[in-house]
């Protein structure tokens, strides 16, 4: 405990160092850069709030809000054994209450602050913000961002830093300390969230938003990022008791489904919302969310009928997620037929890393982070290149070439997964240091929630 | 006294009730446990990989019973729970020395 | 398996063949005709988009996936027993699924396409659309319908679809065969639904549209629709082991109640979103749809605790939903007295349907779909007639009388209830020579869920 | 049940002598006043709907039915034993459906009826409304409040009176009779929450609005009156046997997370929706009410993880609570500031208040309704008081002085104590003479659900 | 050695619990059963249909005890689980031939 | 024949399964119980008040054995159950006088 609230002092103070070099670096003159999203509407004249597309972004808020209270809690809640279900809501709502005080302090300043960033130039700026929005200072009621209120944007994009860090749970599910958790993911969180949040959408001068990466509602952002340091996570910390031996079963299904169905839901307002406006872009990304998300669950029930005669509910509720990851980058761009193509796309290959590819290299990735989100993600960057084209239905931005875009997709990926697995081993190696990683074996016998929350999940006997 | 312990297919219990109430008994005790057996198990699937499970859900009935009473239970479980499947599951005898009924405190037969 | 993927293909052809026809019967110039719910918006000039209006029609749309997913999956869930209860959800998000691919193959074109459609006329457009917006071709980020994208507009219409075949499965849950499962309602789907569903709404031209019926949200066009399939499919399926016999006891009530909230609160998104816009008549709908529901429950729970001294959860909840689906047709057009008597009524009708009627007759429809939203749904379709006059407190149509209208509602109840009647039979009997109707005796006894989906819902061991 | 009919008509008769008197006092011109929250928007010329505003107020009342179904029947029932599940699930139901018909018939008019109502004037006008509204007469599609059409504002103070009474049942959860808890409540509704809800937002000439009470989403009108009607209930109905000797746990954790997660994104309907309009002031509330509910889940965490070395899921979910309860007055005046001083002190006031001082106290309060809204409740107010002041970045009123308005924040908090307290005590004495307040000691011990409801929540035996 | 069996009322479980643990006896294995007996069942609801649920939820005890413990803990059980109404349960005794405590390897009295 | 009744930690079911199943034995019924003894309980919270929980989940096995099976049972159990840690559980062994497999009605040994 004391080491914990030592660290996050830490990393504060960390973060300003950095920050405070970015600032000597700034010497141009700083750029009203504006954020993806808000884009097009800025372009027009004085900045008006327009009550539609604050309607609509208030409820994008809370249904990104909902994906992961409680969607991806039960999700994830579901699939883990009943010793261990209390571990992952806490781990959920913990990081949802302590990213939230994060992002008021430094978070939405390091993510989306513009001083320094200068069109066409790679800085310091290009990768970080800084901290003259720290704690918010200057955001009023009246304070606009684009077409909405600017408390509306930062609502909005705090709830896509608490869902991203909360993915990276379900990797290391069953095993890992609530204490190293916290460390782990709030060290990534700052490093590895915040920077790359910045380079994607930060506007003119960030480096993804410079080299016209498309990524609408955050492909490389939410999910290559989290999929990856899952996927380091889960290595670094160690396989389950029992792996590959018994049966790690789901201890309740309709939870599973319960948030399954939750998460897609609230995707609307993740995708959708990206577009910071009720208009036809917004229109079209629920539109493609839905067929994406809709066929992918579809594919990998076929593909599961096929193979084992028996489509599942799991495999449904994996198939929807798979889908809605991958069509996550392409909302913005691409049409109903291209969300066809993601959707089957991305169930084949999440499918085929869940399971096989799990399978042959052995690693305990507990609830398919990286097979899911990793491998969905990086199909569905890659994807949202070729599917812009007009010839798959899709809106392509102004300059766009199939080629050229898929490259800048996938350097953007590789980017992406460098720098998330650098963090993430750092930030590992921290926790391990501070506190260890791994609970005790009697306290993985016994599950975790009792020993970690002092709380068991259900007590049956009346 | 006897106690008989019968693990049954769940399915069966209204069946094996009825059947013993016909010849007079009627107080059990009944628990939900799994059973590993002949009978094999099924394979459940989870994200494409699929695992045995051995144990299947039966039900265990307990009744103590007066000693003359004993034949007639065991009979009245044995054809109500047959399906004559695998898996139908066992019944078990043993004695009991004392019973106590906690209302009244009658003990022996008379408290089964 | 194969003989499924064959069948699939198999109505598609089918329906290509019926289109055709269609097309050629169609000399009359084609009129562009607008759907029900945007005829007001499109009667004004330019279409534009509204951004007040698309922000509701965007949640709108979220809050009836929402029904479905997690709402009827969850409320049926709960009311099967523990060995059934993934066979139930399975079904409703395969569904979900394969429903949402096939709207954007052929069923919003076949649903809403005008071609050969003329006021007045009654053609074989006026049953059917056709092939000519297959994939959605031609819609774009820029198309609009009234005052909303129209990708909006076909996505929300798309949830109509999709939770209209999931209502069917609660009749014969707990014994039907999955693969029969799909073969029928996706039959269903295409030549009952799709009909319906352009009968009711595809503007000037279509049956009842032109006999002036007041369908608001979908009584004839979901209830009804569903309620009789859901009768037919019980009644060939058979009745469950067990059935009058043992208590076929719900298994987890508090998931029936949350599930029924999700009904009631998705609902606003049906009833209120009809409307096609943020406007008046959605205000009233919203204020209808809660009376309406609220009373039905309460009615519901006295009645209950007037017969036995004892208001269940269960009854509240299906007390809620009777209500629900009652106002569906009258939520354009009712007031609140209107709610008020709509709402007694059918948690009226609706309990004596599900207790007494069903008794009598001794069919065995699990989740009482028939009870609830076969009769539910006619009940308000003809009440529908009543309320909307100004006697009332509602909002009638020009040239409303209320006999006139009456009759009017009547007769599409009749067509409606003949038309769902002959085609759930035809999909039976195609279900049965395919693959057969029910799952084996010992699979009926030890639990669909494992010998269907090779899962349990619960392994609550550690 | 009989009884309990008759009670009805009793308290219908109730009010209207009440009403009568009010308006024989009401001799002064009638004022139209405006409720609180639409203010500035009548201010403008002529009232017209705002689509935006629409959007929004419409997914607003969704949100706030959310919360009390499933969201606080969840939380609720997670947290009582699984004997009891049911009870909580019904009653929070059952009083959804009986206060929305209570609403249109009476209650509506009576908490917002302005007739007799002038600024500066005390008289009978400014506690109760009248019945010149009753069945909502005159509502009709085209009835404009503020915005948006008035049948979404009515719907939407709607789901504030159904959650109000909803919240008091944790108190005096696991042992009150049904029909006493319905004549306990139903009572309350009538003569506290109306009469309250009257005074804070009726407009000018109500009390509290006159003194400038700033209650932006009801911290009076419904946590403090909730909270200490609970507490009046869980003392005179008495303690759960086995209180203090045995571990009363809660059944199922995660049901209780569930519910907290959906409390948390229903709120936003709540207070963004207190607006009453997609504005600045909504986009506000929006980003406070979620940083002072994660400051409160984490500053909750925090004092466990000192305190016994473990963060419990329960303890999070009710620090978020704690925290959403005491932002809600402050919601359209605190700044992000403000919302991370609120969050905090709410709770470690209410950590103390549900543990220490209950504890000392020695009352039973099951879910503790007055330790967190009644304490939280008592917290946000005062702390509204001093949050809004610009120097906390707040957005004060016209002619606000810190001081001045601590004071008034105070007196309104005053009055609220003691008239929820006279009229619960008042209340639970009606209760106890017609039916008696608490079921007999066997039907404790074997559980309300099966002796009250004729049902048990779970059947796991497949 | 001595098997005692008690089906008692749940909400008794504490109170027993503690009366055994008074006369030196701390070793025990609990289980939730299902009772069918004279104490009637409950009717539930389901949709209008009454039907009634024979089965209400019990607790098992058991408890391996020394020869010499048992009288003791037959007296102690049924004195802390009687209410006196109909359902209380019952105590059954049967002979145990082996105990081992699987951490030592203790055979017989040792072992309980 | 002979019941033998074991109390053991829940995770260590697969492994004395296993080493059942090396000594030939393919039958035996489980359930979830609490156990109580000597292993503390643990502590829980519920809203900062702590209370102790003293029932920890265990899992009883149940199999009855041919007489000479008896011996070569309860030692397999003992060595795969054992963790050498406080609550590990006990085996009992008792007397089982008739056995009947359901299914075909054999009787005595062949029955189990
Ligand atoms: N030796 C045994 N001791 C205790 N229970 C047994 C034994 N053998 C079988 N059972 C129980 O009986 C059930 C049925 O046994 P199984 O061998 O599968 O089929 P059958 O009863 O038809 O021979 C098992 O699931 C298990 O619960
Ligand atoms: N013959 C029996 N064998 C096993 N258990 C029994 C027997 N008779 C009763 N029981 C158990 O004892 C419980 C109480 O018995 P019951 O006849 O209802 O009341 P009482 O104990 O007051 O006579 C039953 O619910 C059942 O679990
Ligand atoms: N006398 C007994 N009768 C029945 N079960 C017992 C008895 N003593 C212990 N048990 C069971 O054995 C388990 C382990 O016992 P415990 O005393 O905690 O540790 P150990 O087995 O290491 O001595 C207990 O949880 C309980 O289920």
């Excluded at chain 1, 991806?72 to 209450?97: D, E, I, P």
């Excluded at chain 1, 380079?199 to 990466?213: K, N, P, S, T």
């Excluded at chain 1, 070729?386 to 300059?399: M, Q, R, Y």
């Excluded at chain 2, 695992?51 to 000693?67: G, H, Q, W």
Aim: net charge negative.
């Amino acid at each position: 405990m004391k080491k914990f609230l030592a660290l996050i002092g830490l990393l504060a103070v960390g973060s300003m160092v950095v920050t405070d070099l970015a600032n000597a670096q700034a010497t141009e003159t700083p750029v009203a850069a504006v954020t993806a999203a808000a884009a097009e509407a800025a372009a027009e004249e004085a900045p008006k709030i327009d009550s539609g597309d604050t309607a609509w972004m208030i409820t994008a808020t809370a249904l990104v809000l909902f994906m992961t209270l409680p969607g991806l809690a039960l999700f994830y809640g579901g699939l883990v054994r009943a010793k261990n279900v209390l571990t992952v809501l806490v781990q959920c709502f913990a990081l949802a209450g302590i990213v939230t005080v994060l992002w008021v302090v430094f978070g939405y300043s390091v993510a989306f602050s513009t001083e320094g960033m200068a069109k066409g130039t790679v800085n310091f700026a290009s990768f970080f913000g800084d901290f003259t929005e720290m704690f918010l200072r200057g955001t009023t009621p009246d304070s606009v961002q684009g077409t909405i209120p600017k408390a509306v944007w930062i609502t909005f994009q705090l709830t896509f830093a608490i869902i991203t860090p909360a993915l990276i749970v379900g990797a290391f599910a069953e095993r890992m300390k609530f204490s190293a958790m916290l460390i782990f993911t709030l060290f990534w969180f700052a490093f590895s969230y915040l920077p790359i949040c910045h380079m994607a959408w930060a506007g003119d001068g960030a480096l993804f938003w410079d080299w016209g990466v498309l990524d609408f509602a955050g492909g490389t952002v939410v999910h290559i990022n989290a999929g990856i340091a899952g996927l380091v996570a889960c290595i670094m910390v160690g396989k389950r008791k029992g792996f590959g031996k018994e049966a790690l079963s789901p201890h309740n299904v309709p939870m599973t489904i319960i948030g399954a169905s939750m998460l897609w839901v609230g995707w609307f307002g993740f995708n959708a919302g990206s577009a910071a406006a009720a208009n036809g872009t917004a229109g079209m990304a629920l539109l493609v969310t839905q067929v994406a998300t809709a066929t992918a669950a579809a594919t990998w029930m076929l593909l599961e009928w096929m193979r084992s005669g028996k489509p599942t509910a799991v495999g449904l509720a994996t198939g929807a997620v798979a889908g809605l990851v991958a069509i996550t980058p392409a909302s913005g761009t691409a049409g109903p037929m291209g969300a066809l193509i993601i959707g089957a796309a991305s169930a084949v290959c999440c499918y085929f890393a869940a399971t096989t590819v799990k399978r042959a290299l052995g690693y305990d990735d507990s609830l398919d982070v990286f097979g899911v989100h990793g491998v969905g993600g990086i199909v569905g960057a890659l994807l949202t290149g070729i599917c812009a084209s007009s010839a798959l239905g899709g809106t392509p931005p102004d300059g766009y070439a199939m080629g050229g875009q898929f490259f800048t997709q996938l350097k953007s990926v590789i980017v992406t997964v460098i720098w998330s697995g650098v963090v993430a081993t750092l930030g590992l190696m921290l926790a391990k240091v501070i506190v260890g990683l791994r609970v005790p074996e009697e306290v993985e016998h016994s599950g975790l929630d009792l020993s970690e929350h002092g709380e068991e999940g259900y007590h049956t006997a009346r | 006294m006897k106690k008989i312990e019968a693990i049954i297919k769940p399915f069966k219990l209204e069946e094996v009730k009825d059947s013993l109430g016909e010849i007079g008994i009627e107080g059990m005790t009944v628990s939900e446990v799994k059973g590993f057996g002949r009978q094999k198990g099924h394979t459940e699937i989870y994200r494409g990989s699929e695992y045995t499970v051995d144990f299947l859900p039966k039900i265990k009935l307990e009744l103590v019973v007066a000693d003359g009473q004993a034949e007639g239970a065991v009979a009245a479980i044995v054809k109500s729970a047959k399906t004559g499947k695998i898996g139908d599951g066992k019944v078990f005898v043993s004695t009991i020395e004392q019973a106590v009924r906690i209302r009244t405190e009658e003990k022996g037969e008379a408290a089964v």
